[in-house]
C-alpha cells in the first residue's frame, strides 16, 4: 500500500514510461495516454477521488494545460496530473467514464475556457448562456468595453 | 379515457428553496419526475477572471463573497495556496485564530444549513431558533473581524489582528451554553415525525456514487464515507485538537441533515480546545511578509473542509504581482453533478428536500 503522495509520484514515474515528474511532483502525460493513465490511477492505486479538474491558458506556448487534482479517500494523498493540449484544437478524452465528478467540472472547463472533452454525456456550456459565443477565461478573451 | 402526458416545470430560479439563481428544469409524469436539468449560472460574477486583474492580497475579499455564510474558510483555503506557493511560515498564535475564526464560520454556516433545511421540510420555528444562536456567533465574528458576514479575516502569512481583550472568553462561555441549544434543535427538528417522515430514504445516495461523483463535505460523510481533510490530511493545527468524523449510515436526506447538526457538537468540542491551547501561545498573529507579494513562477493547490465540502484553490504564479490564474474548487458546485440522476423518479415535494439536504451556496456554485 502506497503510504504518502512522493512515494506515489515515484512510482508511477518508473512504471509508465511516458509520464514526467516536474519538481514541484506533479505527474505530466501526453494527452493520447490521458484514459488509461487515469483508470490505471484509479483501479490500481486506489485514487477513486477526482478532487479538482481545471484548465490554465497558455498563449505564447500555444497550448492549454489541464490539471487533474485526484485523491485517495483511503490514505488521504492527493497528486497533481497535467497534460497539455494545442491550442488550435483543443479536444481531449473525458474522464467522465472513471470519475463521475468530471461532469460538471468538465462542462465549465469548456464552458470558460473551450477545450472540448469527447466522451462526455452532455457537452453543454454550464454558466453562462447556451447561445454565448467565445471562452472568457482564455487570455485572448475580448469584450465589448473590455481591456486590450 | 383520461389522456396523460408528460411537461415540463421551471423550479426556481425565483423560488425560495433555490435561494433565487439556481433553476431546474422538471419533466414531470404527474408528480413524478422524469428526468431534472440543472441550470445554473444565474449569478456567475467571473471571480476567476476578476482574480487576474488584481493583486494577491487584493483577491482576498473577492474569496469571502463565494461562500458569505462561511467567510473564513474561503479567506483559508486561499491564503493557503498563495502560502504554500511563496513558502510562507505562519505563526503558530495566528493558526490558532485562523482554526477559532474558522470554527465559527463553520457553526454560522451550519446553523443556516439546518435552520433553513427545517423550513425547507415545513418547519418555521427550526429556522427561527437556528437565527437565534447564528446571531451571538455573528456577533463575536464582528467583534473579532469588524464584519459579520464577508469577513476576510485571513491574510496570507497569518490573520488581520488579534483576538480583542475578553474574546476568547467570550466564545469559551458560548460554548459552554450551545450543547444545550444543539439538544434542542435535536429535539425539536431531528426528533420531528413529519420532518423524519420527508427526509428518511429520501434522496438516498450510495457510498462508492458519493465517492465516484466527487461529493464533499456532509453530503459525502451522510453516506457513510469517512473523508475530512482535517482528519484525512491534516493542516494548520488540527492534528492537535480531539474531535470526532460524524458518519452517516443511509446517505439519505435526514442522514446528511444530521451529520451537520452532530457536527456542530464537534465544532463545540474543537472551539473549547483551541481556545484553551491559544493561551499558551504568545506572539504575532502575522508572519514576515513582503510588501509587494511577488511568488516564484509556479502553482500550487491547496485545499480545505469547508462547511459546504472542499474548497481548493489551484493558483498560477508566472512571477509577477497579479496571479496568472486562480481556479476555486467549490464544494457547493461538484455537490450539484450528481443531481439529475439523483432527482429522477422522486416526488416533486422531495426535490425541494433533496436540494436542500445538499446544502448548497449559490455564490459558491456560480463563482
Known amino acids: 500500500m502506497i503510504e504518502d503522495a512522493t512515494t506515489l509520484v515515484d512510482e508511477l514515474g518508473k512504471k509508465f514510461d511516458y509520464v514526467e515528474v516536474n519538481e514541484q511532483s506533479t505527474v505530466i502525460i501526453p494527452a493520447d495516454k490521458l484514459l488509461e493513465f487515469m483508470q490505471a490511477l484509479k483501479d490500481d492505486y486506489g485514487m477513486d477521488f477526482l478532487t479538482n479538474e481545471t484548465a490554465a491558458d497558455y498563449p505564447e506556448e500555444n497550448k492549454f494545460e489541464v490539471v487533474y487534482n485526484v485523491s485517495s479517500i483511503e490514505n488521504g494523498i492527493t497528486i497533481m496530473v497535467k497534460t497539455s493540449v494545442d491550442r488550435d484544437n483543443p479536444e481531449l478524452p473525458s474522464v467522465f467514464s472513471v470519475w463521475g465528478g468530471a461532469n460538471w467540472q468538465e462542462r465549465e472547463i469548456y464552458d470558460l475556457m473551450g477545450v472540448v472533452f469527447t466522451g462526455h454525456p452532455n457537452p453543454k456550456r454550464i454558466l453562462l448562456d447556451y447561445d454565448y459565443e467565445g471562452h472568457p477565461l482564455r487570455k485572448d478573451f475580448q469584450w465589448k468595453g473590455g481591456r486590450e | ?367
Open chain 2, 1 to 367: 379515457m383520461l389522456k396523460t402526458q408528460e411537461y415540463n416545470l421551471n423550479l426556481g430560479p425565483q423560488h425560495p428553496s433555490t435561494h433565487g439563481v439556481f433553476r431546474i428544469l422538471l419533466t414531470l409524469d404527474g408528480e413524478r419526475v422524469v428526468k431534472a436539468e440543472p441550470i445554473p449560472g444565474y449569478l456567475h460574477r467571473g471571480v476567476e477572471k476578476l482574480a487576474e486583474a488584481r493583486t494577491y492580497t487584493q483577491f482576498i475579499p473577492y474569496t469571502d463573497r463565494l461562500d458569505y455564510l462561511a467567510a473564513m474558510l474561503q479567506n483559508w483555503g486561499y491564503v493557503m495556496a498563495v502560502e504554500k506557493l511563496m513558502g510562507i511560515e505562519v505563526p503558530e498564535r495566528a493558526e490558532y485564530m485562523r482554526v477559532i475564526c474558522g470554527e465559527l464560520s463553520r457553526l454560522a454556516s451550519h446553523l443556516i444549513a439546518i435552520g433553513t433545511y427545517s423550513m425547507d421540510t415545513g418547519g418555521v420555528t427550526g429556522f427561527e431558533l437556528a437565527l437565534r444562536e447564528r446571531e451571538t456567533t455573528m456577533d463575536l465574528l464582528e467583534e473579532l473581524t469588524g464584519s459579520r458576514m464577508t469577513l476576510s479575516y485571513a491574510r496570507i502569512g497569518g490573520v488581520a489582528a488579534d483576538a480583542p481583550e475578553g474574546w476568547l472568553d467570550k466564545v469559551d462561555k458560548f460554548m459552554d451554553k450551545m450543547p444545550a441549544y444543539i439538544d434542542e434543535y435535536d429535539g425539536l427538528i431531528a426528533g420531528n415525525e413529519i420532518f423524519q417522515a420527508r427526509t428518511m430514504q429520501v434522496g438516498v445516495i450510495k457510498p462508492e456514487t458519493a465517492i465516484s461523483y466527487s461529493l464533499s463535505g456532509p453530503n459525502l460523510r451522510g453516506s457513510g464515507v469517512n473523508y475530512d481533510l482535517r482528519k484525512a490530511k491534516p493542516y494548520s493545527v488540527y492534528d492537535r485538537i480531539d474531535f470526532d468524523v460524524p458518519l452517516g449510515t443511509n446517505g439519505d436526506c435526514y442522514d446528511r441533515f444530521y451529520c451537520r447538526l452532530q457536527e456542530m457538537r464537534q465544532i463545540v468540542r474543537i472551539l473549547k480546545q483551541a481556545v484553551a491551547q491559544i493561551k499558551e501561545v504568545d506572539g504575532p498573529v502575522i508572519g514576515k511578509v513582503p510588501k509587494v507579494l511577488k511568488p516564484p513562477k509556479g502553482e500550487a493547490y491547496e485545499e480545505i473542509e469547508s462547511s459546504k465540502g472542499i474548497i481548493g484553490y489551484y493558483v498560477v504564479s508566472d512571477g509577477s504581482a497579479k496571479p496568472y490564474r486562480i481556479h476555486v474548487r467549490r464544494g457547493s458546485f461538484i455537490n450539484l453533478g450528481y443531481l439529475d440522476e439523483l432527482l429522477r423518479g422522486v416526488l416533486l415535494a422531495d426535490v425541494i428536500a433533496i436540494l436542500g439536504s445538499l446544502d448548497i451556496i449559490l455564490g459558491e456554485v456560480d463563482c
